[in-house]
């Protein structure tokens, strides 16, 4: 039988963000440490962990790349389990590059599933037994539209890496339902993130207004919308979502 929901929890919460060093990840974690939750911001980014240390010092920064397996076993074995997470935020992932289908190359594909699903799929298998043993965790993995349907931002091979992280988030809710750990996945639509502000401005307007067409409520998401739903997810109250897709796209996907 599951631990009960009604009991007490843990204090404080400890979660794991991958790249937290900014965006939607930043937000996740500044959100979160409101909430009283220990944060680790897992970035390769150092001078932009610092900067994020800076204006978060309740965070504890980690300089990780998450892409490197051995790094993260080893890192996840030193600190033992007591440093492990109840929550982890596969955030780590994305690929702005429009590349034709027929000029992909296996390299494209290879590159595609290590940022979106192999940093995912390691840190899960590493941080699961731990959230077993304790009746309690949090996994939310950052999906996409992509995965969802189809990209017009990126390529056939990040959509296929997406779409994997989504059928990943399915079987592992169904493993561990009868264990109080979650697992469900946010995939976001167009999020005004730094990068694709930086983007947009390189735009024509010509490009600006085909994208604005295309975009039902006619504009990017915030960071702050993106990282509401991914928070919701990582706490208390949704014990009892496990495997949902969660769409944040502006209408720009309806299932």
């Not at 390769?44 to 990780?64: C, S, T």
């Not at 706490?235 to 009892?240: F, L, P, S």
Request: with cysteine; net charge negative; charged share 20%.
């Amino acid at each position: 039988m599951s631990t009960d929901p009604s009991g007490p929890p843990l204090a404080p919460r400890r979660a794991w963000i991958t790249g937290a060093a900014a965006g939607i990840g930043a937000e996740v974690a500044r959100r979160l440490v409101e909430q009283g939750v220990e944060v680790v911001a897992v970035d390769r980014d150092r001078a932009a962990l610092d900067a994020l240390q800076r204006r978060l010092p309740q965070v504890r920064p980690l300089h990780l790349d998450v892409t490197d397996t051995d790094a993260v076993i080893r890192c996840t074995e030193e600190g033992g389990p007591d440093a492990l997470p109840d929550i982890l935020v596969n955030g780590v992932g994305g690929d702005t590059r429009r590349i034709p289908v027929e000029d992909l190359r296996e390299a494209d594909l290879s590159v595609a599933l290590t940022h979106n699903l192999l940093a995912c799929f390691t840190l899960t298998r590493l941080c699961v037994p731990n959230m077993r043993e304790r009746g309690w965790g949090r996994i939310v993995n950052l999906a996409s539209i992509a995965g969802r349907t189809y990209s017009i931002f990126s390529n056939a091979a990040y959509v296929a890496a997406k779409a994997a992280v989504l059928g990943y988030t399915k079987q592992c809710a169904h493993e561990l339902a009868g264990h109080g750990v979650t697992v469900n996945a946010v995939a976001h639509g167009p999020i005004g993130t730094e990068r694709l502000l930086a983007d947009w401005q390189a735009m024509s307007e010509e490009r600006r207004a085909e994208l604005r067409g295309r975009l039902p409520m006619g504009r990017y998401g915030t960071v702050e919308e993106a990282a509401a739903v991914i928070v919701h997810l990582c706490g208390e109250d949704a014990g009892y979502t496990t495997g949902a897709l969660v769409d944040v796209n502006g209408g720009l996907h309806i299932s």
